[in-house]
């Protein structure tokens, strides 16, 4: 799996629900991603789910 898939499944699991992202996919983090990186990934990941649902509760439209 690349690296953009080993990001992805896991943020879009750990995002849906609320039980985190299942050991699988954990797994592959792990492998991927040094204790720091992942620290930032978790970081990453909130900042664009905050703005996501700040943008939806507020019935934003995408400038495009």
């Known amino acids: 799996m690349d690296i953009n ?9 750990a ?3 609320p039980t985190g992202a299942p050991d699988e996919d954990w797994a592959l983090i792990e492998a991927a991603f ?3 990186e992942r620290s930032w990934l978790s970081l ?3 900042a ?4 996501n ?4 509760g507020f ?3 995408h400038p495009a």
């Open 5 to 13: 898939g080993v990001t992805l499944a896991p943020s879009s699991a």
């Open 34 to 36: 040094t204790a720091e």
């Open 59 to 61: 019935r934003a439209t």
């Open 48 to 51: 664009i789910n905050l703005w």
């Open 53 to 56: 649902r700040l943008q939806v």
């Open 15 to 17: 995002t849906g629900t």
């Open 44 to 46: 990453a990941i909130s």
